[in-house]
């Protein structure tokens, strides 16, 4: 499918995967975001990472991953006509990403529902996946967008 | 209590808030989260986002605001010996985050349990709610964090 061609309600057949990337995450992107949203050691400092309990290593933040994930998602689902509107999700940090860690995304059409009151629109909930290189799943956001029908169908 | 007192598990009473803020969210910061990380029009232009059937004006990115979140719940919790960390929750973006908007945090403590495996942490479950100045939520998330034992307790 072009980039170019609309993505409507009737497109998204349950099981439909998009996907994008992969980007690579740098060392000074994750200090530089962390400097910024989340100032805890283990996102900006090797040695107080090192030695932390639970990261033991420079880790970026959950939130910059989430930022990454929606970066990707955004062009994944370039062809909504509306663009990704969502109110939310179960969010899940499943492994730490680390400095070099290439990721890439994956989207899977979970439940389509249109809605009852609305003829112009439904819902589908989908599952954004963001992968590193080795194929583990290290974030996974799981929201209820809301989603164009095409017109005149 | 001083920032520099740290908290422990045994600190967290149920019911117990923290606090932070409040912060401005400016239009200028809004665009340049967007153009990074959620460069859609709603997040990026008037124009286009007052022509949305559902944003109707401009709006930040719901990961703009969760890492506006993240920077309040970093100085509301800098007294956790390990810093916030958990592996996820759930993430509910309850109203549109306008320019010029006032953001404060609260984070109230729902739920303490110590780990049966683990002597030296427990978790618990936090509820992180940003409210606008009119007093209304406009984003939830509800983590599990990890959090120290007060050593010798």
Not at 39 to 65: E, N, R, V, Y
Not at 103 to 124: F, H, I, Q, W
């Amino acid at each position: 499918m072009s980039v170019s061609q609309p993505i409507y309600l009737e497109d998204l057949a349950v099981g439909r995967v998009f996907a994008a990337g992969p980007i690579t995450v740098t060392e000074e992107e994750i200090v530089d975001f962390a400097r910024r949203w989340d100032p805890q050691p283990f996102h900006l400092d090797h040695a107080a990472a090192k030695a932390h309990p639970i990261f033991q290593g420079l880790a970026a933040s959950g939130w910059h991953t989430a930022a990454l994930m929606m970066s990707m998602v955004a062009k994944a689902l370039e062809g909504l006509p509306w663009g990704v509107v969502g109110s939310g999700g179960e969010l899940q940090w499943t492994r730490p990403v680390r400095p070099g860690d290439m990721l890439r995304l994956e989207v899977e059409v979970m439940e389509v529902t249109p809605s009852r009151s609305k003829p112009d629109r439904g819902t589908a909930l989908m599952r954004n996946r963001v992968l590193n290189g080795a194929g583990e799943v290290v974030t996974e956001f799981t929201p209820r967008i809301i989603v164009q029908r095409r017109p005149g169908a």
